[in-house]
Nanobody, 127 residues
Framework: QLQLVESGGGLVQPGGSLRLSCVVS????????IGWFRQAPGKEREGVCV???????NYVDSVKGRFTISRDNAKNTVYLQMDSLKPEDTAVYYC?????????????????????WGQGTPVTVSS
């Protein structure tokens, strides 16, 4: 059974850091493109970053230089390191997986392109 489980969310002050984890079961993370998405209250879901099967990293402009996506194949886990957090980063964060050819550089910030989703973990940035 394919499953993604996020954790690591919480309350943090502006300028602080959090690391989110996405533990994957039922498939190997390096055979999929894994993306992080977020949905703020009253807003549409948006893509944040994607790690392709090849290992390439792709970020939306609003998080470049602040967020880092990484993958631990031994733990079948994808991480999202979030630094210099801002109140506008407040949202529920989701990881998602898209089946691709192994080693592909494919990525997408469109949620409909992904096949599997986690349940989400909330992040609140506030003083």
């Amino acid at each position: 059974q394919l499953q993604l489980v996020e954790s690591g969310g919480g309350l943090v002050q502006p300028g602080g850091s959090l690391r989110l984890s996405c533990v994957v079961s039922g498939f190997f993370v390096d055979y999929y493109a894994i993306g992080w998405f977020r949905q703020a209250p009253g807003k549409e879901r948006e893509g944040v970053c994607v790690r392709s099967s090849s290992g390439s990293e792709n970020y939306v402009d609003s998080v470049k230089g602040r967020f880092t996506i990484s993958r631990d194949n031994a733990k079948n886990t994808v991480y999202l390191q979030m630094d210099s957090l801002k109140p506008e980063d407040t949202a529920v964060y989701y990881c998602a997986a898209a089946k691709v050819n192994y080693g592909s550089r494919w990525y997408s910030f469109i949620g409909g392109d992904y096949d599997y989703w986690g349940q989400g973990t909330p992040v609140t940035v506030s003083s």
